[in-house]
Nanobody, 116 residues
Framework: QVQLVESGGGLVQPRGSLRLSCAAS????????MQWYRQASGKERELVAT????????EYAESVQGRFRISRDNAENTVYLQMNSLKFEDTGVYYC?????????WGQGTQVTVFT
């Protein structure tokens, strides 16, 4: 079955960096676009970034444009989110997402906290 396992979250100061990873299994990873979402406490989950199946194109939420970069390694069935110049408002739980046959699959999430 589909499994998505995120890692790499943690505590970071403003203007710091983190790299999130999502290890995927149970499906043909290289055939599907992948997404990163995040959810801040008390807010709805929002799309942060999406990457095409071959990694050739990506799109970003306006709030992270120019600071975050999504990438993937199809040989390793892993998708990454490099987060630079982090801000307080980037705090939240970050989720890896697969949408396949109109069904969403989620990992357990990884917490990112930006603090002073």
């Amino acid at each position: 079955q589909v499994q998505l396992v995120e890692s790499g979250g943690g505590l970071v100061q403003p203007r710091g960096s983190l790299r999130l990873s999502c290890a995927a299994s149970g499906f043909s990873f290289s055939n599907y676009p992948m997404q990163w979402y995040r959810q801040a406490s008390g807010k709805e989950r929002e799309l942060v970034a999406t990457i095409s199946s071959d990694g050739s194109s990506a799109e970003y939420a306006e709030s992270v444009q120019g600071r975050f970069r999504i990438s993937r390694d199809n040989a390793e069935n892993t998708v990454y989110l490099q987060m630079n110049s982090l801000k307080f408002e980037d705090t939240g739980v970050y989720y890896c997402n697969l949408n396949r046959f109109r069904r969403d699959y989620w990992g357990q999430g990884t917490q990112v906290t930006v603090f002073t």
